[in-house]
Structure formats: C-alpha cells, structure tokens
C-alpha cells in the first residue's frame, strides 16, 4: 500500500528565502504525486502534479517538484517565498487510475516572516 | 461553473442526533470523495464513489453513510453523531480514468457537543 511522510509539520522561512518542504512516498508501483495548498479556512488546491512525464514538474504560484526515483522523493521548492505563500501544504500519493482515492501526507504549515 | 459545492459551512450537533452533508460538482466527474480533517492527521478518506451506483469504504468509515444520489451529488450521513466526530469535512471529485487530480469543496465545519 502506498503511504506519504512529509518531514517537518512546521517550517519557517524569510520572506525572499528558499522554500523546502519535504515528501518522501512509498509505492509498490510508478506512483503519480501531487502537492496541493491549503488556505485558512479554505479547500485543497492542486498545485501541481507528477504522472510520469517530466520529472521536474511546474505549479502555480512559482513552486516546482522534483520527482527522485531512487530517493522516493518529491520535495516541494520555491525559489523566493511571499507572504501570501503562508499555508499548509499536502503531498498526496495515487497507484493507480483516477478513480484510486489519493493517500495524503499529515501536511506542512508553512510560515513566512517579514 | 461553481466547481464542488458543499452545505452547510458550519454546523453544531449534539450528540446522538444525525445529519447529512450535501456534496454536489458541476464538472461531469465520475468519481467523488469524502474526506474528514483533523489537526496534524492530514485528511482521511472516510468514503468515495468510483462511479454513479458505486461507494466503497476508505480509511475511517465507522460512524458514517454515504448515498450516490446521481452522478453530480454524494451526501455523507451521521446517524448518530459522537465528539469523535467533530472535524472539518471535505468532499472532492475527480474526473476518474481519463485524469487523476481531485477537486475539492470549501468544506463542512462540524462541532458535536
């Protein structure tokens, strides 16, 4: 069965600062990976997503993922944070068609300060 | 196009009492989801529906109902509500075969005391 770690519930950065957060998966198959964001009071938006294409993937807002095979890794970068970049964020992992509920990750709430 | 729609926004139950929670999409999606979460567990998928006529159990079902009425609407019952339950719920949808990202409502904020 397939299961997510995100390291680190909380991280904060400077606003201008790299932003890191971290997902490591594990899947018995090629997993397709996602990363959504989370706004107080708010749903799940889908920032971007792997299905075995390019292993560098493009979201919105600036954020890029890299899909490591052998780390079973898919970190979430930003080059400069913004304030408004302040949220939690989920990495979520699929085997299989999509109509295979995603598992996610316990999230990350991200900080930025001034 | 108003994408996942979810009502009520809030609600406030005492225990023992039922409800349903209403989800409706407009995006001609075949699959839909019911999620619950709660602070530091991430979401937990409670029910989904693969396809109209079709609902499978998730991670944490006890306690819950789900109903496909049709292809656009996939309510989540309480029969009898417990503390336990107090959470907030999200459902979703996604397209099914053809893509694999879920769409997600603005969720249900349930307290019971």
């Known amino acids: 069965a397939q299961s997510v770690t995100q390291l680190g519930s909380h991280v904060s950065v400077s606003e201008g600062a790299l932003v890191l957060l971290r997902c490591n998966y594990s899947?018995?198959?090629?997993?397709?990976l996602f990363w959504y964001v989370q706004y107080p009071n708010q749903g799940l938006q889908l920032l971007l997503k792997?299905?075995?294409?390019?292993?560098l993937v493009k979201g919105i807002n600036g954020f890029e993922a890299e899909f490591k095979k052998s780390e079973t890794s898919f970190h979430l970068t930003k080059p400069s944070a913004h304030m408004s970049d302040a949220a939690e964020y989920f990495c979520?992992?699929?085997?299989?068609?999509?109509?295979?509920?995603?598992?996610f990750g316990k999230g990350t709430r991200l900080s930025v300060i001034a | 196009n108003a994408g996942v729609t979810q009502t009520p926004k809030f609600q406030v139950l005492k225990t023992g009492q039922s409800m349903t929670l209403q989800c409706a999409q407009d995006?001609?999606?075949?699959?839909m989801y019911w999620y619950r979460q709660d602070p530091g567990m991430g979401l937990r998928l409670i029910y989904y529906?693969?396809?109209?006529?079709?609902?499978d159990k998730g991670e944490v079902p006890n306690g819950y109902n789900v109903s496909r009425l049709n292809k656009r609407e996939f309510s989540l019952r309480l029969e009898s509500a417990a503390p336990s339950q107090t959470s907030v719920y999200f459902c979703a949808s996604s397209p099914g075969r053809v893509s694999y990202e879920q769409y997600f409502g603005p969720g249900t904020r349930l307290t019971v005391t």
């Open positions: 979520a992992v699929s085997e299989g068609p999509g109509n295979t509920p995603l598992v």
């Open positions: 529906s693969a396809s109209e006529g079709t609902t």
């Open positions: 792997y299905t075995s294409a390019a292993t």
């Open positions: 899947s018995s198959v090629p997993p397709y």
């Open positions: 995006m001609n999606h075949n699959s």
